[in-house]
């Protein structure tokens, strides 16, 4: 961020509508916001996630691109401990400066964030006054949404991003996302699912059009258990492959599994060409 400043929090277009309560009483008299707030000046993207998905017909290996990114920014910040809590398409910025087809992801808004101490990445839960599950309740891991408040009954957070990861991939594959639906003139009467309560059958299926490994990757971010979801190193990196790896790789019909000097002269080969 070029710099940060502190102001009057001004009155813009749809602000009633979008956060009434968060506005200070000279706007709003039913607010309870400050007049004050912290502003950060950042770069400049040319939409959101939400609003490139409703904008272009999606190509298959662009939904693959983005997928990929997300991923790679939440290994990111799981290295450093940090759980985003509030993610949505909303928050997913683009930049389109290569092209539409190539879309360049930045994950934005941690106002939700949690650091850890540590990578186990949980936060007490001693009571209800004291809750720490923030952030977006639509996509909220089972084992967050769940958690009952006790002593020595922390939230882990270690996995809840990647389970709104496996969500949001079905928007980026041009589908109602199953746990909230963002495409209201589709019709779609069926109620949205609650990540509280639903069964791994009730997942909706991708298009076949979607690679088999990437199908079986989303299905796996869903899983109820956290334990039974691949890490965010192994997902990122299966999308990697199924992006730039000699297709026959990942073949369910391949007999034998590439050597390590195939394996290094691919990598060679990444390293010493434009992608």
């Known amino acids: 961020?070029?710099?940060?400043?502190?102001?009057?929090?001004?009155?813009?277009?749809?602000?009633?509508?979008?956060?009434?309560?968060?506005?200070?009483?000279?706007?709003?008299?039913?607010?309870?916001?400050?007049?004050?707030?912290?502003?950060?000046?950042?770069?400049r993207y040319n939409m959101s996630l939400r609003d490139y998905v409703r904008r272009f017909?999606?190509?298959?290996?662009?939904?693959?691109?983005?997928?990929t990114q997300l991923l790679e920014?939440?290994?990111?910040?799981?290295?450093?401990?940090?759980?985003?809590?509030?993610?949505?398409?909303?928050?997913?910025?683009?930049?389109?400066?290569?092209?539409?087809?190539y879309p360049h992801l930045v994950l934005t808004d941690f106002g939700c964030s949690v650091v850890t101490e540590d990578t186990s990445m949980t936060v007490p839960f001693p009571s209800r006054e004291v809750d720490p599950r923030q952030g977006n309740s639509a996509l909220m891991a089972p084992e967050v949404k769940t958690a009952i408040p006790g002593f020595l009954r922390p939230v882990n957070y270690s996995h809840?991003?990647?389970?709104?990861?496996?969500?949001?991939?079905?928007?980026?594959?041009?589908?109602?996302?199953?746990?909230?639906?963002?495409h209201p003139s589709t019709g779609n009467k069926q109620q949205p699912l609650d990540s509280f309560n639903y069964k791994e059958s009730q997942l909706p299926r991708l298009p076949k059009?979607?690679?088999?490994?990437?199908?079986?990757?989303?299905?796996?971010?869903?899983?109820?258990?956290?334990?039974?979801r691949p890490s965010a190193n192994v997902a990122a990196t299966l999308c990697q492959l199924i992006?730039?790896?000699?297709?026959?790789?990942?073949?369910?019909h391949s007999l034998t599994l590439p050597s390590q000097t195939e394996i290094m002269q691919w990598l060679l080969c990444l390293t010493t060409s434009p992608l």
């Not at 277009?13 to 000279?26: G, K, T, V």
């Not at 017909?57 to 997928?67: G, Q």
């Not at 991003?161 to 963002?182: K, T």
């Not at 992006?243 to 369910?252: D, E, I, M, Q, T």
Request: glycine share 2%; aromatic share 8%; proline share 8%.
């Open 73 to 101: 920014a939440i290994l990111h910040i799981s290295k450093h401990n940090v759980a985003h809590r509030d993610l949505k398409s909303d928050n997913i910025l683009l930049s389109l400066a290569e092209g539409w087809q």
């Open 1 to 43: 961020m070029p710099c940060v400043f502190v102001d009057r929090i001004p009155f813009l277009e749809d602000s009633m509508q979008l956060y009434p309560d968060a506005l200070p009483m000279r706007l709003n008299p039913r607010g309870s916001g400050r007049n004050m707030s912290l502003f950060c000046v950042m770069k």
């Open 57 to 67: 017909e999606i190509p298959r290996r662009t939904s693959l691109l983005l997928l």
């Open 209 to 228: 059009s979607v690679p088999p490994a990437v199908r079986h990757l989303i299905h796996d971010l869903l899983r109820r258990n956290p334990r039974n």
């Open 160 to 182: 809840a991003d990647l389970w709104a990861v496996g969500a949001l991939a079905y928007e980026m594959y041009a589908m109602e996302n199953p746990f909230c639906h963002i």
């Open 243 to 252: 992006l730039w790896a000699p297709s026959k790789w990942l073949s369910r």
